[in-house]
């Protein structure tokens, strides 16, 4: 039994960094058709390296570490093309099965040469091996699902969405139904991708009927993951601190998705960040010099380059909405 569990212990020790790594490796190789193919990254997060592009500018920082490599991107200004967008995902799964194999079978001739003094090391590698295995299928699974789906889905949907706003179409124009309506079988993720801009569109409306809707739907699937913060949807958390510090009036659910992002949102100096801040703080802190100090650092960083004019004029109004209530209640 004692023996069992030694190697299931270094079989553990051996799959832990392997999987970090070839999520590395698969996601470096989709980083290069993306670029290749004229697509634009927006976020890349591995270990403590976070690179993002906020306000139309590239930032690098280093951040809380995360062992398993992410990754987003839209299309560019390129327009969606299913067929291209599935040849793209084989070719990645190829290369990676290509730069899979040759480790394995790096690993396969260790396991081969390791000896009796050394025995202890073939756990160690078949852990190894298994971790660059799973992230195989894992990738295997993204090309059937978008097979599956002749390419169309709810991110594809959201990337064209994105390309649109960036080529200047209005955000009141964009047509963004409640997700079933376009992709009923969206994973939870994709789900919170899609209404991040979606509760953007409708607070951009005053739509405040749909917006709630919008709010719930991130809720649920958020608290259904125990609020496990993942920093590809930051901005769907930023919303749901908003949502239930000025709108909803909860300061319970805004703290605890403040808890999840604080380090993140407090070391973000851009309006939205700030906004956000700033809005909790005056709401649920009840602090309204600190609110004011935060919004009008805010209101300094408004004309940054933005990738969408909504973006700019949608926070220079939320901006000034707060600045109204402070000064009209005499908060300061």
Known sequence: MK???NVGVLFVVG???AVSVASFLRQMLCLLTVRLSGG??????Y???DYRQENGEGKMRMGQFSPVCQFLYTNGDQEYDQKEDIIREAVRLLLYFVAGGLIEFILYRLWRETGAGTAWLKPVIAGIAAGFILEFIGGFRVLLYKLRNDGKNLTAYWRETLRQLSQ???LE?????????????????EILLYDGIRFMQKLWQRDYETLKEVAVECDWIIRHWEYQYIRVLTNVYYNMIFY??????SPERADRYYQAVRRDLEQDMDSNGRRVMAYYTYFCKGQPQEAMKLLQDGQKVLNRLSTNSFETELERRLLGELEQIILQNQGI
């Open 168 to 170: 200047g179409t209005p």
């Open 3 to 5: 023996n069992f569990l």
């Open 244 to 249: 239930y510090s000025c709108i909803e009036r």
């Open 173 to 189: 124009e964009v047509w963004m139904p409640p997700y079933q309506e376009l992709y009923s079988n969206a994973s939870e993720e």
């Open 47 to 49: 270990l403590c390296l």
């Open 15 to 17: 799959a832990m960094p």
């Open 40 to 45: 634009k990254v927006l976020y890349f997060k």
